[in-house]
């Protein structure tokens, strides 16, 4: 058990360019999940993935956020036009292995921390 | 928006003591799971309670949750200067994979 990765770990761009983010999660995983934090505050919730498919999204998720999953292993998130706003900590976790057996604990991995100037 | 919130929001303790922090939800849920995080890493998971447990325990862990009162509780006991991080309580709910978190108790166990 390797752990779920994330890259970059640290990520600093200019307002209005586009970032992309990868995750590679636990290899028996099919779960996959996309959280934001902000300092002071709990992780919020944007994306989930069973496999390839994208199952739920948040409101939070904007038109500039994209989350893609494309052979149900490794998923990147990607913001376009970054905003000031979009600074902060995305982790990335990962759950499951039964597929139907829901509600399991999720695997996290150290984020990639985003800073916009 | 975020479902739970902890409390206190901060506590500080001396080693050997226990700690204990709350957490209250708004709506039914399937589980309960309790989740903690270092400075500048990633979450690591404790321990998930089932809406129909009341209690459950796990090492110097003991995690209670009373559904009537939309709460839950997590205590540590004998803490140790290794324990400093921020905790968290997070939902599931409904039919839904998603973890609601709250805002976390800050932990600092001196040594």
């Known amino acids: 058990d390797t752990g779920v990765s994330q890259d970059p770990r640290h990520k600093i761009t200019k307002r209005g360019q586009n970032v992309t983010f990868r995750c590679d999660p636990i290899?028996?995983?099919?779960?996959l999940y996309w959280y934001r934090q902000t300092l002071g505050q709990g992780p919020e919730f944007l994306t989930y993935?069973?496999?390839?498919?994208?199952?739920?999204k948040s409101r939070l998720l904007s038109d500039r956020f994209s989350a893609e999953r494309p052979k149900g292993s490794f998923s990147t998130l990607e913001i376009q036009r970054t905003e000031q706003g979009d600074s902060a900590m995305y982790l990335c976790?990962?759950?499951?292995?039964?597929?139907?057996?829901?509600?399991?604990?999720?695997?996290f991995g150290d984020g990639t921390r985003l800073s916009i100037l | 928006s975020q479902q739970g919130e902890e409390d206190p929001q901060a506590l500080s303790i001396q080693e050997g003591e226990n700690a204990t922090m709350n957490c209250s939800y708004k709506t039914s849920i399937n589980n309960l799971q309790w989740y903690r995080q270092n400075s500048g890493r990633g979450l690591v998971h404790l321990i998930l309670i089932r809406s129909n447990e009341r209690e459950k325990h796990s090492g110097r862990l003991r995690v209670t949750l009373d559904t009537s009162k939309k709460s839950s509780s997590l205590l540590i006991t004998a803490s140790r200067a290794a324990d400093t991080a921020s905790y968290f309580c997070a939902t599931n709910q409904g039919g839904s994979e998603k973890l609601v978190f709250g805002k976390g108790t800050k932990l600092t166990v001196n040594p």
């Open positions: 976790a990962s759950s499951g292995g039964w597929t139907g057996y829901s509600n399991q604990p999720q695997h």
């Open positions: 993935f069973q496999n390839e498919a994208q199952l739920e």
């Open positions: 290899s028996e995983h099919n779960r």
